[in-house]
C-alpha cells in the first residue's frame, strides 16, 4: 500500500507540474476594440470621423463620428477600434479650418503606443489639408477642402509586443 501512494504522489507532482508549465506558457490572443484618443483644439465647430479597415477600403459601417463643439477649447475624443485593423482614416470637418490634435494615441487597457507617422508629419498621406506640423505634444493641421483627411498605419503590433512583455 505505501509503494501504491508514492506512486501516486509522484504523479500528482508531474500533472501540478505540466498545469503549471501549461499556464505560464499559454498566450492570449488580444481581441476586442483598441482605443483611438486625442485632444482636439479647432477654430469651429466641426464633425470628425474616423474610418478604420485592415485595408483601405471605406464604409460607413466602419466609421464613428464625434463633434468638435466649442471652438477654441480642449476637447478629449475616443473612438473604439476593432483590433483586426490596420488603417485609421481621420477625417477633419467639412469645412476649411485650423486643428491642434495633442496626444494622438492607440490604447488597450493599460497599454498605449502613439501613431509613428506623427513624428514626421511630412510623410502623411493627406487630402485637402494645406499643411501639417509637429508641435510639441502632437499636430497643427490647416484644412483647405470640404473632405479633408489624414491617413494613419495602426501600431497594433508595437501595441501587441509590449502586451506580451
Known amino acids: 500500500m505505501g509503494k501504491k501512494k508514492k506512486i501516486l504522489g509522484v504523479l500528482g507532482e508531474v500533472c501540478l507540474a505540466l498545469f503549471n508549465v501549461l499556464i505560464l506558457c ?95 508629419p511630412e510623410t502623411l498621406e493627406t487630402q485637402q489639408i494645406s499643411s501639417v506640423t509637429k508641435t510639441e505634444n502632437g499636430l497643427a493641421v490647416v484644412t483647405d477642402g470640404t473632405d479633408p483627411f489624414i491617413w494613419l498605419e495602426m501600431e497594433s503590433d508595437s501595441l501587441y509586443a509590449s502586451m506580451e512583455k
Not at 481581441?31 to 485592415?54: C, H, P
Not at 468638435?68 to 482614416?89: D, L
Open 26 to 120: 499559454h498566450k492570449t490572443e488580444v481581441g476586442g476594440f483598441y482605443d483611438l484618443r486625442m485632444s482636439v483644439t479647432a477654430d469651429q465647430t466641426q464633425a470628425i470621423q474616423i474610418y478604420y479597415s485592415a485595408g483601405r477600403e471605406l464604409s460607413e459601417e466602419n466609421s464613428m463620428v464625434q463633434t468638435y463643439e466649442t471652438a477654441g477649447t480642449i476637447q478629449e475624443m475616443s473612438f473604439s477600434v476593432p483590433s483586426n485593423c490596420n488603417w485609421i482614416r481621420l477625417d477633419l470637418g467639412d469645412k476649411p479650418g485650423t486643428f491642434e490634435i495633442e496626444n494622438l494615441s492607440l490604447s488597450y487597457k493599460k497599454f498605449q503606443t502613439v501613431f509613428s507617422g506623427t513624428e514626421n
